[in-house]
T-cell receptor, first 109, second 115 residues
């Protein structure tokens, strides 16, 4: 079966760095996505990785290692507004998105 | 770019009534649209995938006669919840994708409460 694993909840301090890990087992791979979802709102697109390595976009970076089915989202200089759920999703061989359950990130002052 | 809108954002209705939710891609042509449902504190659940001009493909366990999807144009898809019941109360979110592009862009969601 297809499976995406990510931690249920993480806590970090304002100004710090946090890394949210995600592992996956899917039938085929056509890309890895990270979405941010604030409570009561729809997800917003953060990043897309299709090749191995690190993609940096401002305070957010996303890393992918396809050989081991592993990726992470790195958030630097955390701000209170970064408190949200972060969803890892993999596009499989049928171009369908397989969603993780999301990691709730709590930022403390 | 890549803006998707949904209407209405909130619906409260009586049990047994039907509710229509619209999803529009505002600045691109959405060849594929997706409908998701999300219950509180749970992950997104894909309900169906619709391609413009063809019948929607429903996920296992989703009743196609209860959740009617129409994708008549490249910028509009509608989801109609027929004979809604309290257990249909949920957050319904659409997303859209252009052609073979990988990224899905989400609408703001519609919160449905069935009394």
């Amino acid at each position: 079966g297809q499976n995406i694993d990510q931690p249920t909840e993480m806590t970090a301090t304002e100004g710090a760095i946090v890394q949210i890990n995600c592992t996956y087992q899917t039938s085929g791979f056509n890309g890895l996505f990270w979405y941010q979802q604030h409570a009561g709102e729809a997800p917003t697109f953060l990043s897309y990785n299709v090749l191995d390595g690190l993609e940096e976009k401002g305070r957010f970076s996303s890393f992918l290692s396809r050989s081991i089915g592993y990726c992470y989202l790195l958030l630097k200089e955390l701000q209170m507004k970064d408190s949200a759920s972060y969803l890892c999703a993999v596009m499989d061989s049928n171009y369908q998105l397989i969603w993780g359950a999301g990691t709730k990130l709590i930022i403390k002052p | 770019g890549a803006v998707v809108s949904q209407h209405p954002s909130w619906v409260i209705c009586k049990s047994g009534t039907s509710v229509k939710i619209e999803c529009r891609s505002l600045d691109f042509q959405a060849t594929t649209m997706f409908w998701y449902r999300q219950f509180p504190k749970q992950s997104l659940m894909l309900m169906a995938t619709s391609n413009e001009g063809s019948k929607a493909t429903y996920e296992q366990g989703v009743e196609k006669d209860k959740f009617l999807i129409n994708h008549a144009s490249l910028t509009l898809s509608t989801l109609t919840v027929t004979s809604a019941h309290p257990e249909d109360s949920s957050f319904y979110i659409c997303s859209a994708r252009h052609g073979s592009a990988e990224t899905q862009y989400f609408g703001p969601g519609t919160r449905l409460l069935v009394l």
